[in-house]
């Protein structure tokens, strides 16, 4: 992937994700591999960077015992050394971990800048085996005013329930960054991944960008959709992971998710009608 | 298309949708139209038709005074004529109509059977020009209980928000219809329109099969997506309609529309957070 150096004042905004193969339980080397993928980022001058889901404890857990030896808080000099590793940029950096709340773990996600960490978002749709170990979050998912742009916040399962990346377009959000870990599911052949697909209606229906970092590998036998992209606010992906490269770069216009005209006579959000929505369906 | 006859109580839905192109202000030869593609539809046996959005009045009007000379009511003959097709048959017919009510237009759907009008909706979200001839209905999409199966109408532009099919599948829908006149937009090379990626999207998030029937021809200059398609409640095609046809047949288990199930740990619907979605997002 090439990287042009890009002039300060464009308006563009590149997003970097990378799909990257933690290993369960492993914290040091995941920490580590974390701020290798972010070093390599910074090289290519990326404004926001979206690892995965539970990047720094890996997914497949036997036990709650071993997701809780996993687990940090957002004190954790890990965060220290990540925010220090941006100091004297702009970059943002959004990725996944355990996170140790007392007798409560949760998968979070952390939005982090030079200044440290800016958000924690508790993923509040648990996906499967995650209800043994994790407690759901029960805050919205934020939106984080950053220099390029309102980055809103959810992961994996979340982004499959229309409500979330709505509230977050509502909120204002011009990008939605999405750490996941997708299970690898059967689709029919020359279909994209499912999940990219509700992504893109996702886009579409709210006008806005959203950058999913999924992971790689393998996990204990599991396999992952390896599905990152980069969608735009119509809905059509900018950049997707292939078999050639766990990584992508993509320079948007996030400025474009502020314009929600559709037709002189239409507005993506403002037509909405939130009185009906509350009505019940007659039932004839 | 073949049309092997099914046996009685399999479980089986037959869904046909019919890309018609009706002529804008020639309401008795759109009402002939629609009636030859219910007679066809019957041929194949049909339990379930779907015919486009405004198709006995057409779609481009030049100005109120022509739209207003296309508009009928629920009660209109056409209707009868329609029901007395259907006599001692189950089938079901979803086509979309110019309906007056005194001084208000409505872009209106109704769902007919042997017995008469089985409902009206008026389409809530109403698109570009359709704003200067139509008022917006003030009541939610309502869903129809069939033999078949319950069915919830929505009307093209309706779709694009997921508020909509998101209330019909709360409220039971098994099948979402939808009567269309999709205007043909740009799309990058080898993509399927985006209104069905937002279907697809629909269906997957809610679990229910979508029925779409589009417009055919062209109108005034206008071209459309002519994007009919059936989806199942996977999210995935089942049939769409190409250059070669106007006309799908779709043979569905709408009952699998009724498992929510998504793992031992998860229901589509029940996993949702209403008390999340009414929460403002944190600002950071």
Redesign the interface.
């Known amino acids: 992937m090439t990287s042009p150096l890009l002039p300060e004042g464009t308006g563009i905004t590149r997003v970097v994700c990378e799909q990257l193969a933690p290993q369960v339980g492993e914290l040091a080397h995941n920490m580590e591999l974390a701020l290798d993928a972010v070093r390599r980022a910074l090289a290519d001058r990326a404004d926001i960077v979206v690892l995965p889901e539970l990047t720094t404890s890996g997914y497949v857990f036997a036990d709650a015992d071993e997701a809780r030896r996993t687990a940090i808080t957002a004190a954790d000099a890990f965060f220290t050394d990540l925010s220090d590793l941006l100091a004297g940029t702009r970059t943002v950096v959004v990725l996944g971990f355990c996170e140790d709340d007392g007798p409560a773990l949760y998968n979070s996600a952390a939005?982090v800048d030079a200044s440290g960490v800016?958000?924690v978002y508790r993923k509040?749709?648990?996906?499967?085996?995650?209800?043994?170990f994790f407690t759901?979050g029960?805050?919205?998912?934020?939106?984080?005013?950053t220099p390029h742009g309102r980055v809103?916040v959810l992961i994996c399962?979340d982004l499959?329930?229309?409500?979330?990346p709505?509230?977050?377009a509502t909120?204002?959000?011009d990008l939605i960054v999405v750490p996941t870990n997708w299970p690898l599911e059967q689709?029919?052949a020359d279909?994209r991944p499912?999940e990219i697909?509700?992504a893109?209606?996702?886009a579409?229906?709210n006008g806005l960008y959203i950058a999913c970092a999924d992971r790689g590998g393998t996990e204990r036998g599991q396999a992952w959709t390896q599905g990152t992209a980069v969608i735009n606010q119509?809905?059509?992906l900018t950049a997707t992971a292939d078999g050639q490269s766990q990584r992508i770069v993509a320079d948007l216009f996030l400025r474009l998710s502020r314009e929600k005209t559709l037709?002189?006579?239409?507005d993506l959000l403002g037509?909405?009608?939130p009185d009906?929505?509350s009505?019940?369906?007659?039932?004839?």
């Not at 029960?138 to 005013?145: D, G, Y």
């Not at 037709?263 to 239409?266: C, L």
Request: glycine share 4%.
């Open positions: 939005v800016r958000a509040t749709h648990l996906w499967d085996r995650e209800t043994l759901p029960e805050r919205m998912a934020p939106v984080v005013t809103g399962y499959e329930f229309p409500e979330m709505r509230r977050l909120a204002g959000a689709r029919p279909e499912a697909i509700q893109q209606a996702a579409r229906a119509y809905g059509w037709s002189p006579h239409n037509d909405r009608r009906l929505y009505q019940e369906s007659p039932q004839l």
